[in-house]
């Protein structure tokens, strides 16, 4: 089985490495003894990066590979997805390139922002033989049946043909979602028109059209381990949340929840965003004891328990934003989440001690 990144680059080596930081992500695999034995599929933009990055990451043990032709020609076959825009059609093309490129390998794959707890060698061990994606979201997807690709692009297929009515049929099969999100990890989705690949896993796995095994078996296999695909909802996911509430502590740069280790973290887009606006106002209030607003939940919460709702307004219009190596340099290098995962500043009441 291989581990496998799917990445694009828009301008240039350090803007990469700002938001897809795996330089650091591989020193810091080695720092921990873990293996970084990854193949990296760039999509687009593989003449942007210079050779020096190139050199330094195949250095840290990342194979590289330029899969623009590939992903082009794709990209021509199914100019439909291009209403989605660009970042979204490449997510849905980044399954085909990858089982042109490493035909008839297994695969785990990862999403190019998450930042490993545990030896991915160990972790790839244990998904040996599984075929999953975690929780609904496609930052891992862990493929040993074969069968699993030509599912998908079958399916591709007809739904670019006729992306209303297929949307539209997929929503009149949403019935019993909510049971499938639990007992499938098949996730959620709001949108009637399918928008994302993510969208269309959901619907995918909750209508039996693609390989999902059980996630009851997943758990038990990686039942060291607490998981979760997104951070800000760790409280929800079972069976980890019938341990609530959460306490949080890193030893040695490892993190662990009730005692727990995790697995890994998916430094998705929110919740580097939610760290940051922790930073920025850490930096100007020494004394910061208040608890911050999750920008994907709606403002709300009793008076005087948060700042004002246009005070907080203002902080999440004008913060700053971070990159995500900036996330990473704080977070894992110089403090931990001890100041975030505590019950004074977590957005949820009630998650942490």
């Known amino acids: 089985m291989k581990s496998v990144i799917c990445v694009w680059c ?42 020096q ?59 190019g922002d998450i930042v490993f707890n545990e030896d991915p060698s160990i972790l790839q061990q244990k998904m040996h033989n599984k075929t999953f994606m975690l929780q609904g979201c496609p930052a891992l997807i862990c493929i040993s049946d074969k069968d699993w690709f030509n599912q998908y692009q079958s399916q591709l297929e007809v739904f670019v043909n006729n992306i209303e009515e297929y949307s539209e049929q997929a929503w009149q099969e949403r019935e019993e979602w909510e049971l499938s999100q639990e007992n499938k990890w098949a996730g959620s989705r709001f949108r009637r028109i399918i928008s994302s690949d993510q969208d269309f896993f959901s619907h995918l796995i909750h209508t039996d059209r693609i390989s999902q095994d059980n996630p009851q078996e997943i758990i038990s296999n990686l039942q060291s381990y607490i998981l979760w695909e997104n951070p800000l909802y760790l409280h929800v996911y079972s069976p980890w949340n019938k341990n609530l509430p ?45 608890r911050l607003t999750n920008e994907m939940e709606v403002l709300g919460g009793d008076k005087g328990e948060y700042f004002s709702k246009l005070t907080r307004k203002i902080i999440d219009k004008f913060h700053k934003n971070y990159s995500r ?29």
Do not use: T
Not at 327 to 346: A, C, G, H, L
């Open 53 to 111: 990055y190139k050199n330094s990451l195949e250095e840290l043990g990342y194979s590289l590979h330029d899969c623009s032709k590939i992903f082009a020609s794709l990209s021509n076959q199914y100019s439909a997805l291009s209403r989605f825009g660009d970042y979204e059609k490449k997510c849905f093309l980044r399954w085909l390139v990858i089982e042109q490129y490493l035909s008839g390998e297994a695969i785990a794959h990862y999403d």
């Open 10 to 51: 828009n301008n240039n080596s350090h803007e990469f490495e700002q938001q897809i930081p795996l330089n650091f992500l591989g020193k810091r695999n080695h720092a921990l003894g873990f293996s970084n034995q990854f193949e990296i599929l760039f999509l687009d933009g593989f003449d942007r990066i210079d050779q």
């Open 246 to 290: 959460f306490r949080y502590k890193r030893i040695n740069n490892i993190d662990f929840i009730n005692e727990q280790q995790v697995a890994f973290w998916h430094m998705q887009g929110y919740f580097v965003k939610y760290l940051g606006k922790y930073l920025y106002l850490k930096n100007i209030l020494k004394f910061l004891n208040m």
């Open 325 to 353: 190596l900036e996330i990473y340099n704080f977070y894992f290098k110089e403090k931990s989440f001890d100041d975030v995962f505590n019950n004074q500043v977590w957005w949820q009441k009630g998650v942490f001690v």
